[in-house]
DNA sequence: CGGACCCACACTGGATCCAAAATCCGATCC
DNA sequence: GGATCGGATTTTGGATCCAGTGTGGGTCCG
């Protein structure tokens, strides 16, 4: 093995093998801000066509990841320590409305959806399995955010944690992080059992401003 | 001319062209929700090859107008008016903050700039081009979520914009809501000079709210 | 010696061509 | 007679190939 091209088990499709590697290479460093990407060589890297490769920018042109200049090519847009606070307080927004309508039609089917999410992240977590705990929350965090009955929202909420799927892993990277998600959790689910929504919100942004926080701290020291 | 492909002046690359005509097409409803997007077709009938379509087709389905399923193709979501009014609740919550932000640092450049804006939408306005109305209003709004300095929130509102983007130049084909809409402008200028940041939030819903209430009207008679 | 022009190269945007997955339809078996 | 299996067809996903644009360097002229 002494490509640099990374093997990951099963691509489904050659398109979502090089997006899962870009975004990882973006926000892992490896392509860095401001650098043009030059469609040949890093096809040729991946061993796909620039066919995969052009329709993937793109949708990394839409979550602001690359932009992209006509007859130009595409560059590496940063994702300063400013940008991630920007996406945090975005979500913060965004989430608050989709909670705040998901907690107004709260009844035993979505509790019973976020308890089966939540023991899944216990499970994902006690056994340090980060992929799938990061799984697992998502599926939490959506189950709930769907049930706003706002897919547009739901969608464009899902785009901004795509942009920072690959932050999210450093996170769950740490023991302390994982189990404090779990607890974090818990309370949330009480709140919503209790119908306290203003609880709610408030534990979510906690939720969220501390992973913010971490995130900032590890930033700051890498870069 | 026989045949259905319509021509446009200048059409800066093929991408970009598709991307319109597609647009236009959802929103005008040649193209009908749920109904799948034969690639092969479509590319003829508007003599262009696959490649650009399907780049075209990403951009359309970050912005939520097309679904992607693979090995399937790409089908129509609707945009019914429940999705719309989803749109504009979005835009409420996200442009809320841009101009908050925005009015905090407001100076004298930028009030230069809107008021220049806004005078070129006035020249637009008045001689009944539709286009250039749009065109400049865009250009008054955004200068003022640019000085919000969060970039990645102004790519998201503009995202939001254009996704209706069709449906916006339905509204500025009706005079009043020409004139009603030069009137708004200046009521919010006269905020922001006042620096009273609530008035101007205030004024800006309810130009948003006018806009979505006269659509409503519009789509329910034509579908 | 400095600057404008021009040409060759590099790279993107687009078109054509090929492989593989999904669907549709008929034949076969129970 | 109905369901299921299998192959032909359609359609997407991907690879290769071609054209047009932007760029950088070299040259020629002032």
Chains 1, 2 share one sequence.
Do not use: C
């Amino acid at each position: 093995m002494t490509n640099g091209a990374v093997q990951r088990r099963r691509p489904p499709t050659a398109q979502q093998y090089v997006l899962a590697e870009l975004r990882s290479a973006i926000t892992g460093g490896r392509l860095r801000p401001g650098e043009p990407i030059r469609q040949d060589a890093l096809a040729a890297r991946l061993e796909v066509s620039r066919v995969p490769l052009r329709e993937a920018l793109k949708i990394l042109e839409g979550e602001g990841l690359v932009e992209h200049k006509v007859h130009r090519g595409y560059f590496v847009t940063e994702l300063s320590l400013d940008d991630l606070r920007e996406v945090y307080r975005i979500r913060e927004l965004l989430e608050a409305e989709a909670v705040r309508r998901a907690a107004a039609r709260t009844d035993a089917d979505l509790l019973t959806v976020l308890e089966r999410a939540q023991s899944e992240v216990e499970r994902a977590g006690g056994s340090g399995d980060v992929t799938a705990m990061a799984d697992a929350n998502r599926r939490f965090h959506f189950a709930l955010f769907d049930a706003s009955g706002m897919p547009r929202l739901v969608r464009l909420i899902g785009t901004l944690w795509d942009s920072t799927d690959a932050y999210r892993s450093l996170y769950y990277a740490e023991p302390p992080n994982r189990e404090r998600v779990v607890d974090e959790h818990h309370a949330v689910l009480d709140a919503l059992r209790a119908g306290d929504t203003d609880e709610a919100l408030r534990l979510l942004d906690r939720h969220r401003a501390h992973a913010v926080t971490r995130l900032e701290r590890v930033l700051g020291k890498s870069r």
